[in-house]
Nanobody
Framework: QVQLVESGGGLAQAGGSLRLSCAAS????????MGWFRQFPNKEREFVAA???????????DSRDSVSGRFTISTDNAKNTVYLQMNSLKPEDTAVYYC????????????????????????WGQGTQVTVSS
């Protein structure tokens, strides 16, 4: 049974920082693709960042309100944990943040991190609320 457990959410002030953690258990995740998504009220879940352990690649959302440059995805292999460091937080970052994992279908696939759709992922955590006050 694969389990993903997020933690680290909470309340932060605009301009502040939070670090989210996603602890993975159930099987070795050294070949998995890990992703972070967020969901605003009454909106669909959207991609934030992804990382592939095999290739050591990262990929960030590319949008007008891009998190690239403010958010950083990283891992602790020994702890089977993925982090999302969020700096320069804005009130519009307020959302529920989800961790996700994809079992790659091929060794080539495991080398890329451009998995940005919710349907790409096989496992999900329960989510952690991030609230940024102005």
């Amino acid at each position: 049974q694969v389990q993903l457990v997020e933690s680290g959410g909470g309340l932060a002030q605009a301009g502040g920082s939070l670090r989210l953690s996603c602890a993975a258990s159930g099987r070795p995740f050294s070949s998995y693709i890990m992703g972070w998504f967020r969901q605003f009220p009454n909106k669909e879940r959207e991609f934030v960042a992804a990382f592939t352990w095999s290739g050591g690649k990262t990929y960030y959302a590319d949008s007008r309100d891009s998190v690239s440059g403010r958010f950083t995805i990283s891992t602790d292999n020994a702890k089977n944990t993925v982090y999302l460091q969020m700096n320069s937080l804005k009130p519009e970052d307020t959302a529920v943040y989800y961790c996700a994992a994809r079992s790659p279908r091929s060794s080539f696939e495991a080398l890329t991190a451009t998995w940005t759709k919710t349907g790409h992922y096989d496992y999900w955590g329960q989510g952690t609320q991030v609230t940024v006050s102005s």
